[in-house]
């Protein structure tokens, strides 16, 4: 009993990882039509933002709570700069937005010397209940990860920029006619869905050890939580990172820990294959 709630806490702490984010990613994705395959540099550098805090003697709560707001002046930034060029053309988008992350990446590569570096947990330590110990951290993780989750869909669902924000991307002649300004929701749709990128990296960073490659650990993953889950709507996304982070998080429990990550593919592929539509195919919202 003890070792079942446990496993089910490490699944769930897992899987809040994934969708905090798949996110962003989906967010981007499922509003925009683009592959934002700098995702996870975005992690990365929400992550880079928390060391540089904690490195300068800041505290690393500070680090976190900057990360978003760096990370989606960086996401504004370049949708200005750079990916509005693309919208046109998704695959160039794609490559586009490779380079892009190659770019950043060997950056801070650089900047950290091809070392890893440690980010201490903000809240160390465990906590008790029913006889059983839970970690303080990963607890926060899943307890942010379901605010931002009722956060993100109630500012998309219930507010009117985010009914414009929908419509924009729906119909954008038909918004513009209506005279919502479709360039300024774009960017910022970007930049938000660069902001929660930065909040995920911020979040994982004490997690795992930082590098240069730690957004890029999750980036497979992260796509195919989206294909699975279905692009366009938001509910997708977040519906096929709980099972990719569940099933990746599980498996090596029941099978020897190097096949679990091929396995996971082979059936997230098997059924994207049979339903390439993914879980949810209706209902933008």
């Known amino acids: 009993m003890d070792t079942g709630i446990k496993l089910a806490f490490d699944l769930l702490a897992f899987t809040s990882v994934m969708v905090l984010i798949v996110l962003g990613l989906g967010v981007i994705a499922s509003m925009m039509g683009i592959f934002n395959f700098a995702h996870g540099e975005f992690v990365m550098l929400g992550a880079y933002t ?9 505290p690393a709560w500070a680090g976190i709570l900057a990360a978003p707001i760096v990370l989606g002046f960086i996401g504004l930034v370049l949708e200005r700069g750079v990916i509005r060029r693309f919208y046109a053309a998704p695959i160039i988008a794609m490559l586009g937005t490779y380079a892009i992350g190659l770019v950043i990446r060997e950056i801070v590569r650089g900047l950290l010397g ?18 059983l110990d839970f970690s303080i951290w990963r607890t926060v993780i899943v307890v942010v990860t379901l605010l931002v989750i009722a956060g993100t869909w109630l500012f998309l669902a219930r507010t009117s920029i985010g009914l414009q924000v929908r419509g924009s991307l729906e119909n954008p002649m038909l918004a513009r006619a209506s005279g919502i300004s479709t360039t300024k929701l774009y960017a910022a749709t970007f930049a938000f869905g660069a902001a929660l990128a930065g909040l995920a990296g911020a979040l994982i ?15 497979v ?28 998080a599980g498996l090596p429990w029941i ?11 082979v059936l997230a592929l098997a059924f994207v294959k049979f339903r390439p539509q993914g879980f949810i195919t209706q209902g933008r919202l």
């Open 50 to 58: 928390v060391f540089v805090f904690e490195s300068n003697g800041l």
């Open 114 to 131: 091809g070392h890893y570096k440690s980010v201490t947990e903000p809240l160390p330590g465990a906590f008790t209940m029913f006889g």
């Open 205 to 219: 960073v004490p997690l795992y050890q930082l590098s240069a490659d730690i957004g890029t650990r999750f980036l």
């Open 221 to 248: 993953q992260a796509f195919l939580s989206v294909m699975l889950g279905g692009v366009g709507t938001f509910e997708g996304p977040v519906l096929g990172a709980a099972v990719i982070g569940t099933t990746a």
């Open 255 to 265: 099978v020897i820990p190097v096949l679990a990550d091929p396995l996971v593919f």
